[in-house]
């Protein structure tokens, strides 16, 4: 099966900072990846398909890219309504794998 | 509006059965697939199980395939999951989820709120 690894698995950063993370399949997966923001106590919620296309919705700030084996989301000005966990999940095939999860907090 | 609803959730002892409903409304539920996915206590997302549009196509995680089959009514507009066999590991708030597609590779772009299940003796 297909291993989905995220890093880093927590950050802290100042509002308006500039966010990256970082997705890595252990095989190529096309571009079947999403990527979900999960809020305290809330369910998740999609925010990209096809590694960059934004759902409807979902500010501006956030953007996806790659394809094959490595990802990346961007936040491109962090607000504190983005402090959540963030999974990537690629779902080419089953098992649909999520990564670990990354963990953002507001310095 | 689209609404997912899960039920059946509980406390059961190791090797018992629960049978898990999810009540689909606001969207022609028998035109997409759709998932279960659980996320223990404190830990990380897991799929668990999908089932294509018509019920013909099914898939498992391999912690659960044996024990664990997904089904659905389209006349009720409701997915299932049977448990069997639980163990502590099953222990997880369990949602359901709709694929963007039918046949069921396409992610998920609508959740449930999720009902618990704890499997404990």
């Known amino acids: 099966d297909i291993q989905m690894t995220q890093s880093p698995s927590s950050l802290s950063a100042s509002v308006g900072d500039r966010v990256t993370i970082t997705c890595r399949a252990s095989?190529?997966?096309?571009?079947?990846l999403a990527w979900f923001q999960q809020k305290p106590g809330k369910v998740p919620r999609l925010l990209m398909h096809?590694?960059?296309a934004v759902q409807s919705g979902v500010p501006s700030r956030f953007s996806g890219s790659g394809s094959g084996t490595d990802f990346t989301l961007t936040i491109s000005s962090l607000q504190p309504e983005d402090v959540a966990t963030y999974y990537c999940?690629?779902?080419?095939?089953?098992?649909?794998?999520f990564g670990g999860g990354t963990k953002v907090e507001i310095k | 509006q689209i609404q997912l609803v899960e039920s059946g959730g509980g406390v059961v002892q190791p090797g018992r059965s629960l049978r898990l409903s999810c009540a689909a409304s606001?969207?022609?539920?028998?035109?997409?697939?759709m998932h279960w996915v659980r996320q223990a206590p404190g830990e990380g997302l897991e799929w668990v199980a999908l089932?294509?549009?018509?019920?013909?196509?099914?898939y498992y995680v391999d912690s659960v395939k044996g024990r664990f089959t997904i089904s659905r009514d389209n006349s009720k507009n409701t997915l299932y999951l049977q448990m069997n066999s639980l163990t502590a590991e099953d222990t997880a708030v369990y949602h359901c989820?709709?694929?963007?597609?039918?046949?069921?590779?396409?992610?998920?772009?609508?959740w449930g709120q999720g009902t618990m299940v704890t499997v404990f003796s």
């Open positions: 096809t590694a960059s």
């Open positions: 606001g969207f022609t539920f028998s035109s997409y697939a």
């Open positions: 999940q690629k779902y080419n095939s089953a098992p649909l794998t």
């Open positions: 989820a709709r694929d963007r597609g039918s046949s069921g590779f396409y992610t998920f772009d609508v």
């Open positions: 095989q190529g997966i096309s571009n079947f």
């Open positions: 089932i294509s549009y018509d019920g013909s196509n099914k």
